[in-house]
């Protein structure tokens, strides 16, 4: 950790197996990213790059690259595996502030997380895992829970004009408020998605989003003891265009089983959910 002022250039780092790239930047500074930034092999949760501060701003300059190296973690297995493997690039702490023009390869497994953040915008990213489809990556070496970008306890978050090919949720939204993904392209994952945290998701837009070759084209879970604690409300699809199915799977058991149980819209749980799809 140390103090960041104004203009930090982030240019062709290496960072090493096993170290965080943590920038805490100061109120209204701005980060770039120049060239490719690489990220060594350790077997650790990490994340590989955590950002925090209010004001800021954040983008890539042209040709830049955030390369996570993810054939070196890959086993086809993703968080199941024997394998820790480190999540990639997190948002948090961060008000009132823009990411823009991110370039991402091959994250290890999960590639954006926004968490306990407000009023913030990532417009323009690009999140390429192509090599860890089954069929490029070798047998049993492919990409798996690599989730675009999630969101977390959050609210005014906007998405906007980014395309994701991974192997899991193109936008996973956990918990959180006023949240809209739009024009996005997403493509070989699990679509757009709405989470079993338990916890609250409200005002959630999901427009003008293309999700082909895909799992699903929006996937609500919910958790049957959810009690609640647990509401959807006001979930939008504003012209999005879905190849994908729509799913609502309500889990049969507890948190942390992998079971879901089928039940059709579980959203009108809440009767003044208002659900437009
Ligand atoms: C940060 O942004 C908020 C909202 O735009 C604004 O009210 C505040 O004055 C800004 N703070 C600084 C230090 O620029
Ligand atoms: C993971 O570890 C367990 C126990 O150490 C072992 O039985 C299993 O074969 C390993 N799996 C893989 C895919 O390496
Ligand atoms: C962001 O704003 C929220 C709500 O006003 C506030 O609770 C939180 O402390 C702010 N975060 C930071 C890092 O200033
Ligand atoms: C976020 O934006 C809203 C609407 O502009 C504003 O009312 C709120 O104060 C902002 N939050 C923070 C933490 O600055
Ligand atoms: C909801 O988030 C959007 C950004 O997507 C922001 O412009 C708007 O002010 C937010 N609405 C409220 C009520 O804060
Ligand atoms: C819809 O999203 C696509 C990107 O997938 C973009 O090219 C197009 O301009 C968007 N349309 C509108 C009306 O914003």
């Known amino acids: ?35 490719t930034t690489k990220f060594g092999f350790a077997k650790w949760k990490g994340n590989l790059v955590v950002i925090t501060g209010c004001n800021i ?28 493997k480190p999540k990639f690039f997190r948002i948090k702490n961060t008000n009132n502030s823009i990411f823009y023009d991110i370039n991402i390869k091959n994250c290890p497994m999960g590639c954006t997380q926004i968490e306990l ?32 970008f999630g ?3 959050s609210q005014n978050i906007l998405i906007e004009d980014a395309v994701v090919h991974n192997q899991d949720d193109c ?11 739009r024009n996005l392209f997403c493509y070989g994952g699990h679509g757009l998605s709405i989470s079993d945290e338990g916890s609250v998701v409200e005002d959630v837009v999901f427009e003008n989003c293309t999700v082909t070759n895909s799992e699903n084209g929006i996937h609500v879970k919910t958790c049957v ?35 879901f149980g089928k039940l059709s819209l579980a959203v009108d749980r809440d009767s003044d959910a208002g659900l437009k799809l």
Do not use: C
Not at 58 to 80: A, C, H, I, M, T
Not at 122 to 141: M, Q, T
């Open 1 to 35: 950790m140390w103090p960041l002022k104004m203009i930090v250039l982030v240019d062709s780092l290496v960072v090493p197996g096993g170290q965080q790239l943590l920038l805490q930047l100061t109120e209204s500074s701005t980060l770039a990213f120049r060239g």
């Open 57 to 84: 701003t954040v983008y890539g300059e042209k040709d830049s690259l955030l390369d996570g190296q993810g054939p070196l973690w890959w086993d086809g297995q993703g968080s199941w595996g024997n394998v820790t």
């Open 117 to 148: 953040s407000e009023n913030v915008t990532l417009r323009n990213w690009k999140i390429d895992i192509s090599d860890g489809d089954e069929g490029v990556a070798p047998e049993n070496k492919f990409g798996h829970n690599t989730d675009g």
């Open 151 to 153: 969101i977390s306890k």
């Open 171 to 181: 936008v996973v939204i956990n918990s959180g408020k006023n949240i809209t993904a």
């Open 225 to 259: 003891d959810a009690g609640h604690e647990q509401k959807f409300k006001d979930l939008d699809k504003k012209s999005t265009e879905l190849k994908s199915k729509i799913d609502f799977n309500q889990k049969a058991s507890g948190r942390g089983s992998n079971d």
